[in-house]
C-alpha cells in the first residue's frame, strides 16, 4: 500500500511537471494520453491493485481515484489557462482599419444606359412603354413621313450617313414616333431609347455617334402643358427636386408649336458662375442653363400621315440627346469620355 | 447673325440692358449665343484739318491745327500720313479713354500737342476693315460731336441665332419686329418708297428675261451717276460691328440693306451687260464663270445664273461674277433684287460647296415682296450718295395675299392647355403683322403679313400667340395616361441582361458602330476607319481590352449589320468576357474558358430560367480547340470561347481574351421555375473514376449516369479530369460524384451497390470505359 502510493505520487509529480512543461494543447494531449489515457502509467498503477489484500483494496482504489482527479483538475487548467493565453495573444492583434480594402470585381452598367434606364423609370411610372427599333432606317421614317420632304432645308441639320439613296443611320429616334404609330391605334404613350448617328466633327460637346430619348404621347385632349408637366418632371426625376425646366419657342418640321427645352445648370445651380471659375461655369457656358433637345406639338402632317385626324386627336413629342445629359448629371468635361468608356471614367460613375 | 442693338434701337424702344433684351430674344425663339460688349470710349469728337504744316525740328511728323467747333482749335502733332487739310476726322482729346490708353498732354520735338487724331483700330474697330492711318468721316458730320454717340460705339453686339423657318427674321428690321410685338411698343418703320423716277436713262436699261421657274420675282433698277468710294464712315462702322467687312459704298449699300430688310442685293456693272438684258436661267453644263472671289467655277445645269445674252454674270442669289463687278470705273450700275426658290439655291450653294449671306437667306425661300423694299431702300441709299435713280421694273410674278388661314379660339387652349380670350389672340397676330378678322365670335380668319411664308396652318398661328404671350405662361399638367396595349418586352429584356451581367461583375462599355471592316458600306464615311457598319461586337471589344493595361470584365449590347440577298440584316448582339492573366495549366485544361461558360450559364439561366447547354464548335476569330457553341431548348443562342491568340497578337491584346456572343432576338421568354420539393430521405455518393477516349465530353457522361440510373441518381458531375503518361495516348481519367437518393425511403447499401454496378456496366458499354475505382 504504501509502495503504492509512493508510486502514485511519482506518477503525479512527474505528470504535473510535463503538464507545466506543455505549452500547447498537443502537448497537453500527450501529456493527457501518457498519464491518463488508456495503456498510461496511471492505469500501470491501477493494475497493480490487483496484487494488494483485498482488504487494502477499496482503500487503493479511493486513493487512485483521488489522484486521478487530482490530476484532470490540474489537467482542466493547464488546458484553460492555455487557451485565455491563446485569446490574450489573439486580442493583442490589432490592424490599420483605413488600410485600403480588397475589392472584388464588380459590374456596372454604362451611365448612359442608367440615364435611359432612369428616365424610362419615371415614364412607365406614368403608364408610356418604352419601344427600340432599327438604326439603319428608311428616309420615310427619318424624313419625309415626318413632315421634312426632300428639298426641305431642315433636312441639312440631320446631316446623315446613309448606305443606299434611301436607306441611313437614323439621325434621331424621331422614325419610332412614325413606326409606332403605324402599329397602333391613340393613346399612344413611348418613349423611344436609341443609339443615332450624325456627320458631326467629334470634339468635346459632339459625337458622330450618340443616344437620343425620344417621347411620343397622343390621344384625344393632350396639350403643351402636359409637355411642359411631363419634362419637368423627369428634370426632377434626374437631377433632384429644386430643378427647373425652361420651354423657348424653335423650329422642328415635326412639331408645332415647337419649343427647345432647358434645365437648370445642376453644376452652378443656374448661377452661371462657379467660386472656382472666374470666367464662369464651364458646363453651362456661364448660361446658368443645360439645353437638353427639342420638342413640341406633333405636326399636323405627321399625325395625317399615320392616318390619326388632327382636330380629333393632339400629342407631344421630344428628343433629348443622352450624353448631353450626362455630361450635365455627371458633371463630365469631355463628351468623348462616354464611347471610350475608360475603366476609371466607368468606375467612378457607377 | 451679329446684331447691333444702336441698330435695332433705330425701329424699337428698349430696354437699356443689352442682357434683358437677349433673353426677352431668347423667349421668342432666338437664342443669343454671346453678347459682345465694346470697349468704354470717351473723349473722341469730330474734327477738321484746318491747318496742316511740317513739323518744324522732326521730317516725319506734322502739325494740325484741328477745328473741333465752337470756335476751339486743337494743336496736333502726327505722325500719320493719310492727313490732309480739309479733311474731317475723329480727334482724341485731353483726358479721352481709348482702349488701354489715355490722352495725356504731351509734347512731341517741342510742340504740345493737345490730343490725337485716331484710327478705327483705336476705336476698337478691326483696324485692317478700314483706311490705314487716321479713320476718314465725311465733311458733314458737325464739328466737335462725340464720335461714340454719333456711330453708336458703345452698342453692344447680339450674336443672335435664327432657325430656318424665319429668314424674315435675318434681318435687323425682322427682329425689331419680334421685340416690338413682344414688347407691346410700336415698330418705327419709316415709309420705304423707292425714289426712283421714270425718265429716259442716258444708257441702256435692261429687260429682265425669267426662263428658270426657280425665280418668281426680279426688281431692276437703273442707278446712274455713281462713283466707287469708301461709304460713309457711319455706315462702314455699322457694317463693321454687324460682322461685315465694308468694301466700297456699291457692295456696302447692298450688304446693309440685307442686314436691315433681309433682302439680298446684287448690283451690275451697267456696260458689262451685253445685248441690253438679263436672262434667269440653267446654266448651260460645263458653263464656267468666275465668281467675284476669283474663283473659275464650272457649272452643271442644276445652277441657275442671271446671263446676259453671251455669258453668265452672276450666280443667282449666291455670288457675282467677276465679269461685272463694279469697280474704279463705274459709274451706271443695274440693282438686282430677286426672289428664288430656295432649294434650288441651297442645292447650287451645296454643290459649289459655296455658301454667302446672300445664300444663307435665298436657301431659306425669302417672301417674294421683300424685293420691292430692298430695292426702295437701296435706292434711297444710293440717292444720299448723289446717284440718280430711273424707274425700277419687276418682273416675274405679283405680289400675292396669303390666303386667310382659320383659327378657332377653341384650338389654341387644346393645344396649349392655357385658355386665351379671342381678343388677346388678336392682339398678338396683330403685333405680327398679321390681318386678323372676327368671322364668327369664336372663330378667326388670319392673314399672314407678306413676310411670313412660315405661317400656312392654324398651329403655326398657335405657335405665334404663345411666343408673344410666353411659353412660360403655359401651366405645367401631368397627364393621365389611358391604358394601351403597347409592349416593353424588348427593353426589358435587354435592360435586365444589362442588370444581370453586372451583377455577374461586368462593366458596360458603348463602342463605336463604325468601323474599318464589315459588309454594309457608308457611302459618305467621315474616315476610313468608319467606313462600315460592324458586323459583330467582338472587334471593339478586343479593341477596348486591348487598350487597357489591367485585365477588364466587360460587356456591350448593340446592333450589327450584314449585306444579305434580302438586303440589310440588323440583329441585336450582346457581348460579354473578360481579358485575365494565362494560368498555368496543362493544355487540356482552360478555367478561364470554365469561368466564362459558368457566367454564360448563369446569365442565361437568369434571363430565360431555362439552363444553357454548350457543345464544340467553330468560329472565325476564336480559338479552333476552346469554342463552344451555346444552345437553350436545341435553340442555338450564341457562343463563347478564348479568342484566336493570333488574332490577339495582331491586336495587341496583352493577354488571353475570353468572349461570349449572344443573339439576344433568339433569347425565349423567361420561364418560371417550379420548385422540386427535396427528398426527405438522406442521400448518398460515391465517385467513380473512369479512362475514356480523350474525345467523351464530360457532359456526355454525366448524361450516361443519368440515363442509367434513371430516378435513383439526384446528381451526376464530373468533377475531375487528368491525362498523361499513365493513363495512356489518348485516352484520359475523368472522375465523377454520382448522388443516390430515394423519394419514399432510405436507400439501403445494398441498393447502392447494385447501382454503382449497374452504372459501370453502362459506363463500360457505351464509352469503353476502363474503370478504375
Ligand atoms: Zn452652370
Known sequence: MTELASRLDDVAQRFAAAVDRANDEQALESVRVAYLGRNGEVTTVRRAIGTLPHTERPEAGKVINDAVAAMERRLQAAYEQLESRRFDAELAASIDVTFPSIRRPVGSIHPVRRIIDDSCAYFMRHGFAVVTGPEAEPDYYNFDALNIPSDHPAREGFDSFWISDTLLLRPHTSPMQIRTMQEHRPPIAIVAPGKCFRRDAVDARHLFQFHQFEGLLVAEGIHFGHLKGMLTGLCRELFGEQQNVRFRPSYFPFTEPSAEVDTTCPK??????????????????????????????????????????????????????????????????????????????????? | MRVPVSWLREFVTLPPDAQTIADRLATLGFPVAEIERRPTITGVITGRIADLQKHPNADRLQVAQVDVGDDAWLTIATAATNVAA??????????????????APRTMRGVASQGMMISAEELALPGDWFEDGIMQLESSCALGADVVDLFGLDTAVLDVEITTNRPDAMSIIGLARELAASYGSGLRLPEIVNPGRAAEPPGEEPDVLIESHDCYRFVSQRIDGVGVAPAPAWMRVRLALSGQRPINNLVDVSNYVMLETG????????????????????????????????????????????????????????????????????????????????????????????????SARHEKSLAPALTDLGAARAAA??????????????????????????LKVADVQRLLGMSLHAQQIERHLAALGCEVERVEPEVLAVTPPAWRRDLTIAADLIEEVARIEGYERIPLVVPSVAPHE???????????????????????????SLRGAGS?????????????????????????????????????????????????????????????????????????????????????????????????????????????????????????????????????????????VVKIASLRAYETPRYRVPSKYPSTYCDVALVVDIDVAARDVERAIVAALGSLCTGATVFDEYRGPQIGQGRKSLAARVTLQRFDATITDEEADAAVSLLLDALRNEFGAEIRT
Request: aromatic share 6%.
Open chain 2, 520 to 660: 454594309v458600306e457608308v457611302r459618305n464615311p467621315l474616315s476610313d476607319e468608319q467606313r462600315f457598319l460592324r458586323d459583330s461586337l467582338v472587334p471593339g471589344i478586343i479593341e477596348y481590352l486591348a487598350e487597357n493595361a489591367s485585365p477588364a470584365r466587360i460587356f456591350e449590347t448593340g446592333e450589327v449589320f450584314r449585306d444579305e440577298q434580302s438586303g440589310l440584316v440588323e440583329q441585336s448582339l450582346l457581348t460579354f468576357g473578360f481579358s485575365a492573366d494565362p494560368l498555368d495549366e496543362p493544355p487540356w485544361r482552360d478555367s478561364h474558358f470554365l469561368a466564362l461558360k459558368g457566367d454564360c450559364e448563369q446569365l442565361l439561366r437568369k434571363i430565360t430560367g431555362r439552363d444553357a447547354e454548350m457543345k464544340r464548335t467553330t468560329q472565325s476569330g476564336f480559338h479552333p480547340g476552346k469554342t463552344a457553341l451555346v444552345t437553350l431548348d436545341e435553340r442555338e443562342v450564341g457562343h463563347l470561347g478564348r479568342i484566336d491568340p493570333r488574332l490577339a497578337k495582331a491586336s495587341d491584346l496583352q493577354r488571353p481574351a475570353y468572349l461570349c
Open chain 2, 86 to 103: 480739309g479733311q474731317t476726322i475723329a480727334v482724341a482729346t485731353i483726358g479721352a479713354q481709348l482702349p488701354g490708353l489715355t490722352i
Open chain 2, 263 to 358: 433682302q439680298p442685293l446684287h448690283f451690275y456693272d451697267a456696260r458689262a451687260i451685253r445685248g441690253g438684258r438679263l436672262i434667269v436661267r440653267s446654266a448651260h453644263d460645263g458653263e464656267q464663270i468666275v465668281t467675284l472671289d476669283g474663283v473659275t467655277r464650272t457649272l452643271s445645269s442644276a445652277a441657275l445664273v442671271v446671263a446676259d445674252d453671251e455669258r453668265a454674270l452672276c450666280l443667282a442669289g449666291l455670288m457675282g461674277g467677276a465679269v461685272s463687278e463694279v469697280g474704279p470705273a463705274t459709274t451706271a450700275i443695274v440693282l438686282e433684287a430677286a426672289n428664288f426658290n430656295g432649294a434650288r439655291v441651297r442645292r447650287m450653294s451645296n454643290a459649289l460647296a459655296l455658301r454667302t449671306e446672300a
Open chain 1, 268 to 350: 452652378c445651380k443656374g448661377t452661371g458662375s462657379l467660386e472656382s471659375s472666374p470666367v464662369g461655369c464651364n458646363m453651362c457656358g456661364g448660361s446658368g442653363w443645360i439645353e437638353l433637345g427639342g420638342s413640341g406639338m406633333v405636326h399636323p402632317n405627321v399625325l395625317r400621315e399615320v392616318g390619326y385626324d388632327p382636330d380629333r386627336y393632339s400629342g407631344w413629342a421630344f428628343g433629348f440627346g443622352v450624353e448631353r445629359l450626362g455630361l450635365a448629371r455627371y458633371e463630365v468635361d469631355d463628351i468623348r469620355r462616354f464611347v471610350k468608356s475608360d475603366p476609371d471614367f466607368l468606375a467612378q460613375l457607377s
Open chain 2, 381 to 406: 441709299l444710293l440717292r444720299d450718295l448723289g446717284a440718280t435713280l430711273y424707274e425700277p421694273h419687276a418682273f416675274g410674278g405679283p405680289v400675292t395675299r396669303a390666303a386667310a388661314i382659320a
Open chain 2, 486 to 512: 403597347i409592349s416593353s418586352a424588348a427593353f426589358a429584356l435587354e435592360s435586365r441582361i444589362a442588370r444581370a451581367l453586372e451583377g455577374l461583375g461586368y462593366r458596360e462599355i458603348i463602342t463605336q
